[in-house]
């Protein structure tokens, strides 16, 4: 039971991290490409060559958000089909633990 709790609060630090990862990165890429639209009618070869380059990396920085997205979403399931099979295996105890909780959060509720 201590195993399964610790992937899973570790589970949830990682997805918090994650989550706010990708959230900052998307604003980052959002803002990069309204830079680019904004400088569209700009001339000159150095402006060309660094929108060249910065939508380069836009385009590598979204695939790379695709594959991280993806990989969170298996690591999920697996922490989901991890935690199905702790309660098939072990019913009664976790009948208890959420028991357990229900009590601890009912007082809790009641003290308001």
Known sequence: M???AGKLETAAVDSKTTDKLVADLREVASDAEELLSLT???????IAD???RLGERLG???SQLSDLE???LERGREMAR???DYVHDNPWKSI???AGVAFLLG???GRR
Do not use: C, N, P
């Open 50 to 52: 660094v929108r060249a």
């Open 60 to 62: 590598g920085l979204k």
């Open 107 to 109: 007082l809790l509720i």
């Open 96 to 98: 208890g633990a959420t």
């Open 2 to 4: 201590a195993k399964l």
């Open 82 to 84: 991890a935690t199905d």
């Open 70 to 72: 993806a990989e969170m």
């Open 40 to 46: 569209a009618s700009q001339a000159g070869e150095r």
